[in-house]
């Protein structure tokens, strides 16, 4: 059984309903996933922080089992800052003003979004293989197109992808069950296989290309920062520091107060490396790290 002695229920936090797994106790920690996770991704790292933190790990809104809001021209419900409301909304529901956030991949720019939009109630941030997405594009080339072209497939309108990724979700995401238990690979399976949540996760990159995108130029332009200490994880076995360079550096353009620490790992690093993983955020979060 994942996730031991957490509650799984869904909170209507206004705009959306969430399905949200919480449990421990002590300071409060969100976890978010990422694309094209739930947040059984975290099945592993929540239980080894829960004797120090209440961990918080919501399906954010589009995924998993939470809602699935209906569109508009501009993507606008699957905006980052759609998806900040919601979590500071799960977060006082939960009896939570105050909070550290750490996200991961799509759940990164979630996080990273609700620290800009919210700092009265953001405490630390954690961001992990993920920059603003403001930086992705800007430094988009030929390598990044290669690497990444989904972005520009899943964007798609005219041609839109969920009807390919639909007909066969096992062979787009090809992904194995070796670092899952077997109800977390079954809650993965889950959504990829819900034709609405493919849907739900195209839109947060639709999302992505236009709104978030100008959310980070305002924010940019207008001099606005992340205001409380940030760490920057990224896995060693994935290409973020190789088409980058040092993600810290980046960082530091869009946060005052900037760690960084590289993980082991492939891209699923909750799922791949679970101990450095709950190692890290814990020790950036009680100051050890």
Do not use: N
Not at 11 to 23: F, P, S
Not at 59 to 81: F, I, M, N, Q, V
Not at 220 to 229: D, E, I, K, S, Y
């Amino acid at each position: 059984m994942i996730f031991e002695g957490f509650t799984l229920e869904r909170i209507d936090v206004g705009e959306a309903e969430l399905r949200v797994r919480h449990g421990g106790s002590g300071p409060p920690l969100l976890l978010l996933h990422g694309h094209p996770r739930t947040h059984a991704t975290w099945h592993k790292v929540a239980p080894l922080l829960a004797d120090r933190y209440s961990v918080v790990c919501p399906d954010l809104r589009g995924y998993g089992g939470s809602s699935k809001p209906e569109t508009d021209a501009e993507h606008s419900p699957y905006s980052k800052r759609a998806m900040a409301r919601d979590l500071v909304a799960l977060m006082r529901a939960l009896g939570h003003t105050r909070f550290a956030v750490a996200g991961h991949d799509r759940g990164a720019l979630a996080a990273f979004r609700t620290a800009m939009d919210h700092p009265e109630a953001v405490t630390r941030l954690v961001v992990m293989d993920g920059l603003p997405v403001v930086e992705h594009l800007e430094r988009c080339d030929a390598r990044f197109a290669a690497a990444w072209w989904h972005w520009w497939f899943f964007a798609q309108e005219e041609k839109p992808a969920e009807r390919i990724i639909s007909a066969d979700p096992d062979a787009w995401y090809a992904t194995g069950a070796e670092h899952m238990e077997p109800e977390a690979w079954a809650d993965f399976q889950g959504a990829i296989h819900d034709p609405a949540t493919v849907r739900g996760m195209l839109e947060d990159y639709r999302a992505g290309l236009g709104i978030d995108r100008r959310h980070d130029e305002a924010d940019r332009a207008a001099g606005r920062r992340v205001r409380c200490p940030t760490l920057v994880m990224w896995s060693t076995l994935d290409d973020l520091e190789q088409l980058y360079g040092d993600p810290v550096a980046i960082w530091r353009d869009w946060a005052g107060d900037v760690e960084g620490t590289p993980i082991e790992s492939g891209h699923h690093m909750a799922e791949e490396a679970p101990a450095e993983v709950a190692a890290a955020i814990g020790g950036f979060l009680d100051g050890t790290g």
